[in-house]
């Protein structure tokens, strides 16, 4: 499983504040995203697939489950994640390890990252909070205070997909930059 171990459902339960009821969620693309690969199949990210979570995908499990991943990149990369913008040059680092060929062992950490990255933009860019919006179904996005739609949770699922040309790090760095 690479540099990521599943924690054990006690734990998993223990840090759960939503009931430690496991959920999944349906990763399905829309037009704006249909751009696939040279070769015409889907990527990754616009592959309708279910993810299991520790906790229920909605705006309000969001920093439950970016506390999930900072948790389990502590134990296993050894690396502490403070939810400032400059850790996210580890989460890029962490991402940089997870590979698109194995999304059914990668998806459920790689969302849980997206959800880091987008706690980062809730707690360090003024008037960001989590929320949905039409354009993404179910899935939470982070919503700023210019009213721009920003998506942590694809973006980390374009960085497994297309590496350092999708950082994580960037990503934060031009939504901060927006009015």
């Known amino acids: 499983m690479g540099i990521f171990k599943r924690r054990n459902k006690s734990e998993q339960a223990a840090s759960n504040d ?33 993810v299991a979570l520790p906790a229920r995908p909605e705006p309000a499990s969001m920093p439950l489950l970016s506390d999930e991943a900072a948790a389990i990149v502590l134990d296993n990369v050894g690396i502490t994640l403070d939810y400032t ?3 996210l040059a580890d989460v890029d680092a962490v991402l940089s390890n997870f590979s698109a060929e194995g999304s059914d062992v990668w998806a459920a950490p790689t969302f849980m990252l997206g959800a880091y990255v987008g706690e980062v933009m809730v707690r360090t860019m003024p008037g960001a909070s989590w929320g949905n919006h039409e354009v993404f179904g179910e899935l939470p996005v982070v919503l ?3 009213g721009r739609v920003e998506n942590p949770i694809m973006k980390a699922f374009k960085r497994v997909e297309d590496g350092e040309a999708d950082s994580v790090e960037f990503f934060y760095q031009g939504a901060a930059r927006q009015p």
């Open 85 to 87: 913008p400059e850790s």
């Open 144 to 146: 700023t205070e210019s």
């Open 18 to 50: 939503l009931g430690g009821t496991p959920a999944s969620v349906r990763l399905s693309p829309n037009d704006e995203f249909r751009d696939g690969q040279p070769d015409g199949t889907p990527r990754w990210s616009e592959t309708e697939a279910a």
